[in-house]
T-cell receptor, first 110, second 114 residues
Framework: EDQVTQSPEALRLQEGESSSLNCSYT??????LFWYRQDPGKGPEFLFTLYSAGEEKEKERLKATLTKKESFLHITAPKPEDSATYLC???????????FGQGTTLQVKP | NAGVTQTPKFQVLKTGQSMTLQCAQD?????MYWYRQDPGMGLRLIYY???????DKGEVPNGYNVSRLNKREFSLRLESAAPSQTSVYFCASFTGTGNSYEQYFGPGTRLTVT
Protein backbone atom coordinates (compact mmCIF):
# COMPACT_ATOMS: atom_id res chain seq x y z
CA GLU A 1 0.00 0.00 0.00
CA ASP A 2 1.28 3.46 -0.91
CA GLN A 3 2.02 5.49 2.19
CA VAL A 4 3.57 8.80 3.27
CA THR A 5 4.74 9.55 6.82
CA GLN A 6 6.03 12.94 7.95
CA SER A 7 8.06 13.65 11.08
CA PRO A 8 8.09 15.34 13.43
CA GLU A 9 4.42 16.33 13.76
CA ALA A 10 5.46 19.67 15.23
CA LEU A 11 8.74 21.54 15.41
CA ARG A 12 9.61 24.67 17.32
CA LEU A 13 12.76 26.57 16.36
CA GLN A 14 14.40 29.78 17.36
CA GLU A 15 14.98 32.28 14.59
CA GLY A 16 18.22 31.31 12.84
CA GLU A 17 18.21 27.73 14.15
CA SER A 18 18.48 25.44 11.10
CA SER A 19 16.72 22.07 11.01
CA SER A 20 15.17 19.43 8.73
CA LEU A 21 11.71 17.96 8.19
CA ASN A 22 11.39 14.34 7.10
CA CYS A 23 9.02 12.66 4.63
CA SER A 24 9.26 8.87 4.39
CA TYR A 25 7.36 7.11 1.64
CA THR A 26 6.53 3.72 0.19
CA UNK A 27 5.11 3.82 -3.30
CA UNK A 28 5.05 1.58 -6.33
CA UNK A 29 6.75 3.59 -9.04
CA UNK A 30 7.35 7.15 -7.88
CA UNK A 31 6.27 9.81 -10.38
CA UNK A 32 7.12 12.80 -8.26
CA LEU A 33 7.43 13.84 -4.63
CA PHE A 34 5.76 17.15 -3.85
CA TRP A 35 6.35 19.66 -1.06
CA TYR A 36 3.77 22.28 -0.06
CA ARG A 37 3.52 25.06 2.49
CA GLN A 38 0.13 25.70 4.12
CA ASP A 39 -0.69 28.77 6.20
CA PRO A 40 -3.67 28.70 8.59
CA GLY A 41 -6.97 29.18 6.76
CA LYS A 42 -5.39 28.94 3.31
CA GLY A 43 -4.87 26.36 0.62
CA PRO A 44 -1.55 24.52 0.23
CA GLU A 45 1.05 26.48 -1.71
CA PHE A 46 3.19 24.48 -4.15
CA LEU A 47 6.93 24.58 -3.37
CA PHE A 48 8.83 21.80 -5.18
CA THR A 49 8.53 18.56 -7.11
CA LEU A 50 11.40 16.06 -6.93
CA TYR A 51 11.58 13.17 -9.37
CA SER A 52 14.58 10.94 -8.74
CA ALA A 53 16.97 9.99 -5.96
CA GLY A 54 19.79 12.46 -5.59
CA GLU A 55 17.80 15.41 -6.85
CA GLU A 56 17.84 18.68 -4.88
CA LYS A 57 15.84 21.88 -5.25
CA GLU A 58 16.12 25.20 -3.43
CA LYS A 59 13.88 28.18 -2.79
CA GLU A 60 15.08 30.96 -0.52
CA ARG A 61 15.82 29.31 2.86
CA LEU A 62 14.32 25.95 1.85
CA LYS A 63 16.17 23.05 0.26
CA ALA A 64 14.49 19.75 -0.60
CA THR A 65 16.38 16.50 -1.18
CA LEU A 66 15.24 13.04 -2.25
CA THR A 67 16.45 9.48 -1.67
CA LYS A 68 14.78 6.20 -2.66
CA LYS A 69 12.90 6.06 0.64
CA GLU A 70 12.58 9.60 1.97
CA SER A 71 12.79 13.30 1.34
CA PHE A 72 14.09 16.04 3.57
CA LEU A 73 13.11 19.68 3.66
CA HIS A 74 16.05 21.58 5.11
CA ILE A 75 15.35 25.02 6.53
CA THR A 76 18.42 27.22 6.87
CA ALA A 77 18.41 30.15 9.29
CA PRO A 78 14.59 30.23 9.50
CA LYS A 79 12.64 33.41 10.13
CA PRO A 80 9.25 33.78 11.90
CA GLU A 81 7.56 34.12 8.50
CA ASP A 82 8.60 30.54 7.72
CA SER A 83 6.12 29.36 10.36
CA ALA A 84 3.53 27.17 8.61
CA THR A 85 2.53 23.56 8.08
CA TYR A 86 4.66 21.78 5.49
CA LEU A 87 3.01 18.96 3.55
CA CYS A 88 4.63 16.20 1.56
CA UNK A 89 2.86 14.12 -1.12
CA UNK A 90 3.81 11.39 -3.58
CA UNK A 91 2.44 10.58 -7.02
CA UNK A 92 2.44 6.91 -7.96
CA UNK A 93 2.92 5.93 -11.56
CA UNK A 94 -0.07 3.60 -11.76
CA UNK A 95 -2.70 6.02 -10.48
CA UNK A 96 -1.67 9.61 -11.09
CA UNK A 97 -3.21 10.54 -7.76
CA UNK A 98 -1.32 12.28 -4.94
CA UNK A 99 -1.06 10.73 -1.49
CA PHE A 100 -0.41 13.22 1.29
CA GLY A 101 1.35 12.91 4.62
CA GLN A 102 -0.09 14.41 7.80
CA GLY A 103 2.21 17.43 7.68
CA THR A 104 4.76 19.04 10.00
CA THR A 105 3.75 22.23 11.76
CA LEU A 106 6.75 24.52 12.09
CA GLN A 107 6.86 27.43 14.53
CA VAL A 108 9.81 29.81 14.39
CA LYS A 109 10.13 32.14 17.36
CA PRO A 110 11.93 35.49 17.12
CA ASN B 1 -4.30 34.92 -13.88
CA ALA B 2 -6.36 33.91 -10.83
CA GLY B 3 -5.11 30.29 -10.64
CA VAL B 4 -7.68 28.07 -8.90
CA THR B 5 -10.81 29.73 -7.54
CA GLN B 6 -13.49 28.22 -5.31
CA THR B 7 -16.95 29.34 -4.27
CA PRO B 8 -18.34 29.74 -1.70
CA LYS B 9 -15.63 30.38 0.91
CA PHE B 10 -17.89 29.47 3.83
CA GLN B 11 -21.15 27.51 4.06
CA VAL B 12 -23.38 26.24 6.83
CA LEU B 13 -25.87 23.50 5.98
CA LYS B 14 -28.46 21.58 7.94
CA THR B 15 -28.41 17.79 7.81
CA GLY B 16 -30.12 16.59 4.65
CA GLN B 17 -29.64 19.79 2.65
CA SER B 18 -27.81 19.73 -0.65
CA MET B 19 -25.26 22.06 -2.17
CA THR B 20 -22.68 22.32 -4.93
CA LEU B 21 -19.13 23.55 -4.45
CA GLN B 22 -17.74 25.29 -7.50
CA CYS B 23 -14.15 25.26 -8.74
CA ALA B 24 -12.53 26.87 -11.76
CA GLN B 25 -8.95 27.10 -13.01
CA ASP B 26 -7.51 29.38 -15.66
CA UNK B 27 -4.19 27.60 -16.20
CA UNK B 28 -5.43 25.27 -18.97
CA UNK B 29 -4.65 22.19 -16.85
CA UNK B 30 -6.11 18.86 -17.86
CA UNK B 31 -6.46 17.29 -14.39
CA MET B 32 -8.54 18.55 -11.49
CA TYR B 33 -9.09 17.20 -7.98
CA TRP B 34 -11.33 17.56 -4.94
CA TYR B 35 -9.84 16.96 -1.47
CA ARG B 36 -11.14 17.29 2.04
CA GLN B 37 -8.93 18.23 4.97
CA ASP B 38 -9.77 17.25 8.53
CA PRO B 39 -7.70 17.67 11.70
CA GLY B 40 -5.47 14.64 12.21
CA MET B 41 -6.52 13.11 8.86
CA GLY B 42 -4.54 15.18 6.42
CA LEU B 43 -5.69 15.79 2.86
CA ARG B 44 -7.84 13.01 1.43
CA LEU B 45 -8.85 12.70 -2.20
CA ILE B 46 -12.60 12.62 -2.85
CA TYR B 47 -12.79 12.56 -6.66
CA TYR B 48 -10.57 13.52 -9.52
CA UNK B 49 -10.82 14.19 -13.23
CA UNK B 50 -7.79 13.27 -15.30
CA UNK B 51 -9.19 15.09 -18.33
CA UNK B 52 -12.36 16.75 -19.57
CA UNK B 53 -15.18 14.21 -19.71
CA UNK B 54 -13.67 11.74 -17.21
CA UNK B 55 -14.06 11.40 -13.45
CA ASP B 56 -12.82 8.78 -10.98
CA LYS B 57 -13.30 8.02 -7.31
CA GLY B 58 -10.61 8.80 -4.82
CA GLU B 59 -10.14 7.63 -1.25
CA VAL B 60 -13.40 8.97 0.28
CA PRO B 61 -16.08 9.33 -2.44
CA ASN B 62 -19.18 8.23 -0.50
CA GLY B 63 -21.81 10.97 -0.20
CA TYR B 64 -20.38 13.06 -3.03
CA ASN B 65 -20.82 13.47 -6.77
CA VAL B 66 -18.78 15.47 -9.24
CA SER B 67 -19.18 17.04 -12.66
CA ARG B 68 -16.40 18.11 -15.00
CA LEU B 69 -18.38 20.77 -16.79
CA ASN B 70 -15.59 21.71 -19.17
CA LYS B 71 -11.81 21.97 -19.04
CA ARG B 72 -11.94 24.91 -16.62
CA GLU B 73 -14.65 23.83 -14.17
CA PHE B 74 -15.02 20.90 -11.76
CA SER B 75 -17.89 20.92 -9.28
CA LEU B 76 -18.52 18.83 -6.15
CA ARG B 77 -22.08 18.09 -5.03
CA LEU B 78 -23.35 16.97 -1.66
CA GLU B 79 -26.81 15.49 -2.26
CA SER B 80 -27.81 15.04 1.38
CA ALA B 81 -25.34 16.63 3.76
CA ALA B 82 -24.33 14.84 6.95
CA PRO B 83 -22.41 16.16 9.99
CA SER B 84 -19.51 13.85 9.01
CA GLN B 85 -19.06 16.01 5.92
CA THR B 86 -18.10 19.03 8.02
CA SER B 87 -14.64 19.80 6.68
CA VAL B 88 -12.51 22.12 4.60
CA TYR B 89 -12.76 21.30 0.90
CA PHE B 90 -9.96 22.09 -1.53
CA CYS B 91 -9.99 21.97 -5.28
CA ALA B 92 -6.72 21.55 -7.15
CA SER B 93 -5.49 21.42 -10.72
CA PHE B 94 -2.50 19.51 -12.01
CA THR B 95 -0.15 19.86 -14.91
CA GLY B 96 2.40 17.29 -15.98
CA THR B 97 4.56 17.12 -19.04
CA GLY B 98 7.53 14.82 -19.34
CA ASN B 99 9.24 15.01 -15.97
CA SER B 100 7.66 18.26 -14.82
CA TYR B 101 4.65 18.06 -12.52
CA GLU B 102 2.98 20.77 -10.47
CA GLN B 103 -0.30 20.87 -8.55
CA TYR B 104 -2.00 24.07 -7.45
CA PHE B 105 -4.73 24.44 -4.84
CA GLY B 106 -7.61 26.83 -4.41
CA PRO B 107 -8.27 28.77 -1.18
CA GLY B 108 -10.79 26.25 0.16
CA THR B 109 -14.44 26.09 1.19
CA ARG B 110 -15.16 25.74 4.89
CA LEU B 111 -18.33 23.70 5.30
CA THR B 112 -20.22 23.10 8.52
CA VAL B 113 -23.13 20.66 8.62
CA THR B 114 -25.35 20.94 11.71
Amino acid sequence: EDQVTQSPEALRLQEGESSSLNCSYTVSGLRGLFWYRQDPGKGPEFLFTLYSAGEEKEKERLKATLTKKESFLHITAPKPEDSATYLCAVRASNTGKLIFGQGTTLQVKP
Amino acid sequence: NAGVTQTPKFQVLKTGQSMTLQCAQDMNHNSMYWYRQDPGMGLRLIYYSASEGTTDKGEVPNGYNVSRLNKREFSLRLESAAPSQTSVYFCASFTGTGNSYEQYFGPGTRLTVT
